[in-house]
Nanobody, 118 residues
Framework: QVQLVESGGGLVQAGGSLRLSCAAS????????MGWYRQAPGKQRDFIAT???????TYADSVKGRFTISRDNAKNTMYLQMNSLNADDTAVYYC????????????WGQGTQVTVSS
């Protein structure tokens, strides 16, 4: 099992920045990739970015150039640096992890709220 805990959400003005963290514990060695998703009120949960154990990254078009995903393996922590935030970025942000040899995320954090005021 893997446990994920997000932190770093909050209220920020449009144009501002936030950094989210996701601390992982448990069977860390079984993780092949970690990612960030978000869900706005009344909408489906959307993919934001993912990073593999080898450091390869992928981003959704909506955040490319503004958000940066990274991980510190020594701290078992993943980050999401969010710059140039706008009202459309308001959502609950979730981190996720998937085991090796799988294609879906099995583990999810509880989510952290990000609110961007215009």
């Amino acid at each position: 099992q893997v446990q994920l805990v997000e932190s770093g959400g909050g209220l920020v003005q449009a144009g501002g920045s936030l950094r989210l963290s996701c601390a992982a514990s448990g069977s860390i060695a079984s993780i092949a990739a970690m990612g960030w998703y978000r869900q706005a009120p009344g909408k489906q949960r959307d993919f934001i970015a993912t990073i593999t154990s080898g450091g390869s990254t992928t981003y959704a078009d909506s955040v490319k150039g503004r958000f940066t995903i990274s991980r510190d393996n020594a701290k078992n922590t993943m980050y999401l640096q969010m710059n140039s935030l706008n009202a459309d970025d308001t959502a609950v942000y979730y981190c996720a992890a998937r085991r090796r040899l799988t294609t879906v995320y099995q583990y999810w954090g509880q989510g952290t709220q990000v609110t961007v005021s215009s």
